[in-house]
């Protein structure tokens, strides 16, 4: 029997291609798409969509009871930049939907859940190359104080009640679909866009902030390896690290040139350069690697080669 998927969060950046790749393996019927609102149409028309509020738990056991859900994707967040301007709405939005949806799985409602967490849950006191999955932890966002509670509370639940949780802790995703909204790797998207539509760009981040980066196709395979192993081969129940690539926005501009010649740069540091600094430069990721044979596919050259293609494209189509 296939399973019966919900996602909440499906109208977000990850939230949006994890709905169409997941409706590809399972069946277009059996992946139910939920957001607060209709703020993505493509999302909203591509098949069963339900309002949803993550905050909610009667509203999220409706729907599981309406389509027999049985897997939980938790995909709705508020990320560290926009974190940082509402502390109190990024807590209650992170923490509430996370005990709502593990509350679900140790009711036996759903038998399954993955939950986001992300390098965010570092800090200025964690060893910045190659972080280690088992490290110093004390961040200094909300976002991450967040996800480091939620790991905390997933392992919690896995421990305790036997709720079958997974999770990655994702670094700056990239990708040309659906735009990232308030995070700080956002820039690493944002360059690519203007780079077509402006052939310049101004980065809210110093040219030598390095950042663990990952193109989404290696996310969201990454993130339906993890849910499709064997519970038995997983040694880690708070959350995996998980990497790609890192690199700085002069690095990223400098591969961008090798597309657009005359594509400038400049740089303008903003309150997101603190929140940079905080997190890590590269991830060890071994252990995805050994419990669950994460690979990655894509590394800058690659990335940056699809993002101008692909984008090349939308503007070109959106023109006519
Ligand atoms: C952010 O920048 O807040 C996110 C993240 C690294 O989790 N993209």
Known sequence: ????????????????????????????????????????????NSG???????????????????????????MAAMLSATGEKYPMKA??????SLFHVLNLAKAKYISKVFWPSSIAVFGPTTPKDNTPQHTVMEPTTVYGITKQVGER???????????????????????????????????????????????????FLSENTELPMMFMDDAIDATIKLMDAPANSLSIRSSYNLAAMSFTPKEIAKEIQKHIKDFIITYNPDFRQQIADSWPKSIDDSYARKDWGWDHQFDLEKMSSEMLLQLEKKYTTSKK
Not at 187 to 203: F, L, M, N, P, R
């Open 1 to 44: 029997m296939s399973s019966r998927i919900l996602i909440i969060g499906a109208c977000g950046q990850i939230g949006s291609e994890l709905t169409y790749k997941l409706r590809e393996i399972h069946g277009s019927e059996n992946v139910i798409a939920s957001d607060i609102s209709y703020n993505n149409l493509e999302v909203v």
């Open 48 to 74: 069963i969509f339900e309002i949803v509020d993550a905050q909610d738990y009667s509203s999220i056991l409706i729907c599981v009871e309406k389509h027999k859900i049985d897997t939980i994707y938790l």
């Open 91 to 96: 807590w209650d939005l992170n923490m509430n």
């Open 153 to 203: 509370w997933c392992e919690y639940y896995y421990d305790k009640y036997g709720v079958d949780v997974r999770s990655i802790r994702y670094p700056g995703i990239i990708s040309w679909k659906t735009m990232p909204g308030g995070g700080t790797t956002d820039y690493a998207v944002e360059i690519y866009h203007k780079a077509i539509t402006d052939g310049q760009y101004e980065s």
